[in-house]
């Protein structure tokens, strides 16, 4: 018999979405699963982007220039500008979501065997596509007593080696909802130039910033044009993960010309994701404003009722739209399977993702939970209230 691949052997599965068989069984047990396990946001995408799809009249969809159409790149580079990142159309390229774009820059910037510095917990996929492109992540822990603020930056340097190109960042983080503040940026900043490093900086959650906090951007801090890559998607930012369009963007020519080699590979990003996402910049301010309301009223709803439980913590989110919540469980896979295989509340119980998996160090979140709050409040409030009954029955409770 043939064998597996040995990167396919080490590829992990995602945490997110590997309960799923546990979860369809509990339906066709009759039992109502409450997704809190990934960021589907339940919001309408902008109607001008399904507009737009629905009056294309075009008659072959054809593939668009591998770096995107121009249109399209004209219009999100404005974008960029207004929210104060001054990039051009030629410092970006289209690609298939953001997943495409973190993995055509990891190409790029690194060989097999290369270290990338991530501080964890970090987007479960960081972990596959590392494994994809062959590079090792060196995690640098962040914890949840301190909210999961940047750690120090001599945390950072003392893991920095010969073999280090790269670090990488979420803004606002998921798992966590931790946003940045510009002196921890600028620290990270400095190490990069010092070091003469890449920084891949995720900030596909823009847009859900809250109680004030504002986004800032790689590409924003001084000295930085020829180190920095961004990382977007229109996924979350309005809610069209479908549409699978995201964007590289980098001021740097050399690498540019680079991940077009591997764009022009793939042959081109979605043709009709495009037309959605570039008619979604048209949506008025109030889309937005809209959107960031309701994710803060189920953000405080969610995260009051978690605190409230006994032996459970929860630090507030300051962005994007998860939440890490610590539980008194001995094991959080386990206790995530059980909760689907084993309980039900009233017919109602609750999906959620082992934060295990957004960590790289072993043995780490084996008592947290990632959490998305993408649900209406009334959803929220009774997976709460499920959660609870679940932990008093748990029988791995630790406390």
Not at 118 to 127: G, M, Q, R, T
Not at 192 to 206: A, C, P, W
Not at 237 to 252: E, P
Request: charged content about 20%; glycine content about 6%; hydrophobic content about 40%.
């Amino acid at each position: 018999m043939p064998q597996i691949s040995n990167v396919g052997l080490a590829m992990p599965s995602s945490p997110i979405r590997k309960l799923m068989p546990f979860a369809n069984a509990a339906k066709k047990a009759g039992k109502r699963v409450i997704h809190l396990n990934i960021g589907q946001p339940d919001v309408s995408s902008p109607d001008v982007a399904v507009r737009a799809l629905k009056d294309d009249a075009r008659t072959v969809i054809e593939y668009s220039p591998s770096e995107g159409y121009e249109s399209y790149r004209e219009a999100l580079s404005i974008y960029y500008k207004n929210a104060s990142i001054n990039v051009e159309v030629d410092d970006l390229i289209v690609t298939t979501g953001g997943s495409e774009a973190l993995i055509f820059g990891l190409l790029s910037c690194m060989d097999p065997g290369d270290e990338i510095i991530i501080p964890e917990p970090f987007y479960a996929n960081y972990n596959g596509f590392a494994k994809m492109v062959g590079v090792n992540i060196i995690p640098v822990t962040a914890y949840i007593d301190d909210g999961f603020a940047l750690p120090p930056i001599e945390d950072f340097e003392a893991k920095i080696t010969s073999k280090t190109k790269a670090i990488l960042i979420c803004n606002p983080g998921n798992p966590t909802g931790k946003v940045y503040n510009s002196e921890a940026l600028d620290a990270l900043a400095k190490l990069v130039l010092k070091h003469d490093l890449y920084i891949l900086s995720d900030e596909v959650y823009r847009e859900f910033c809250y109680d004030g906090s504002q986004p800032k951007s790689v590409l924003e801090l001084e000295g930085l044009a020829q180190n920095a890559i961004m990382i977007d998607s229109v996924s979350k930012r309005f809610s069209m993960c479908g549409a699978r369009v995201g964007a590289l963007v980098t001021k740097n020519a050399a690498l540019r010309e680079t991940i077009m080699k591997f764009a022009m590979a793939r042959l081109s990003p979605p043709t009709l994701g495009q037309i959605a996402s570039e008619a979604a910049l048209k949506a008025p301010a109030s889309y937005f404003e809209d959107v960031r309301s309701c994710y803060v009223k189920r953000r405080d709803v969610l995260v009051e009722g978690l605190n409230n439980i006994p032996g459970a913590m929860c630090p507030m989110p300051g962005g994007a739209f998860y939440a890490v919540c610590k539980l008194p469980i001995d094991n959080s896979d386990t206790f995530c399977q059980w909760i689907l295989e084993k309980f039900d509340l009233n017919g109602d119980t609750v999906m959620m993702a082992p934060a295990s998996g957004f960590y790289s160090t072993e043995g780490a979140g084996y008592n947290e939970v990632r959490i998305a709050y993408v649900l209406d409040l009334p959803l929220l409030e009774r997976a709460i209230v499920c959660l609870k009954a679940a932990l008093e029955l748990y029988p791995g409770r630790t406390t």
